[in-house]
């Protein structure tokens, strides 16, 4: 089992609909939960960042983490064309200084206009 | 402000050759860290420099190696190329703060194949 799953997708919505992403994952020693934006043949923009279980929003976008079921998840309402890209979840221990990040596959999102 | 910036942006390499990768940190930042992202996979963790020496690493074999200069910015070297080594490789930037940081920032990335 991979330390961290995500549905590589892809997930197909028309514009305005409301899209919800999903990982699990099995290191309990994760505390910092982080959702990336990657274009094609870009490199990964950090669009949320929690700590802890809870919820967090940013204008469109809703990340939540529940560590008791190891599940976290990124909403998106009134999703547009552009917001069509590759999703990707990743977490991280944290501890003194190490920033390593533990990443999930990414879930490919198409938005239709 | 430029952001992370790394070089090149593609190449093309023969089995068995060797080659480096170049990153220059977001202005502030003098922690870098190299990912490796296969087609279709999320980035992994190859491994992290600070204060010019490597602090922690991925599950990588040796020939995988860095280096990271007095002004922060660092190299990526891979000798023996193999074709499995075809990747995008990421290079991340953060603020050595004290406790983890979630600032990583992420530069565009150097597409490497290998023939």
């Known amino acids: 089992q991979k330390e961290v799953e995500q549905d590589p997708g892809p997930l197909s919505v028309p514009e305005g609909a409301i899209v919800s992403l999903n990982c699990t994952y099995s290191?309990?020693?994760?505390?910092?939960f982080m959702w990336y934006r990657q274009y094609s043949r870009k490199g990964p923009e950090l669009l949320m960042y929690?700590?802890?279980?809870g919820n967090k929003e940013d204008g469109r976008f809703t990340a939540q983490v529940d560590k008791s079921s190891k599940y976290i998840s990124l909403f998106i309402r009134d999703s547009q064309p552009s917001d069509s890209a590759t999703y990707l979840c990743?977490?991280?221990?944290?501890?003194?200084?190490?920033?390593?990040?533990?990443f999930g596959k990414g879930t490919m999102l198409l938005v239709s206009p | 402000d430029a952001g992370v910036t790394q070089s090149p942006t593609h190449l093309i390499k023969t089995r068995g050759q060797q080659v480096t990768l170049r990153c220059s940190p977001k202005?502030?930042?003098?922690?870098v860290s190299w990912y490796q992202q296969a087609l279709g996979q999320g980035p992994q963790f190859i491994f992290q420099?600070?204060?010019?020496?490597?602090?922690q690493r991925g599950n990588f074999p040796d020939r995988f190696s860095g280096h990271q200069f007095p002004n922060y910015s660092s190299e990526l070297n891979v000798n023996a190329l193999l074709l499995g080594d075809s990747a995008l490789y990421l290079c991340?930037?953060?603020?050595?703060?004290?406790?983890?940081?979630?600032?990583?920032?992420f530069g565009p990335g150097t597409r490497l194949t290998v023939t």
């Open positions: 202005s502030g930042h003098d922690t």
């Open positions: 929690t700590y802890s279980s």
């Open positions: 990743a977490m991280s221990e944290g501890g003194s200084g190490y920033s390593t990040l533990t």
């Open positions: 420099y600070y204060e010019e020496e490597e602090r």
């Open positions: 290191n309990s020693a994760f505390q910092y």
């Open positions: 991340a930037s953060s603020p050595s703060l004290t406790g983890f940081s979630y600032e990583q920032y």
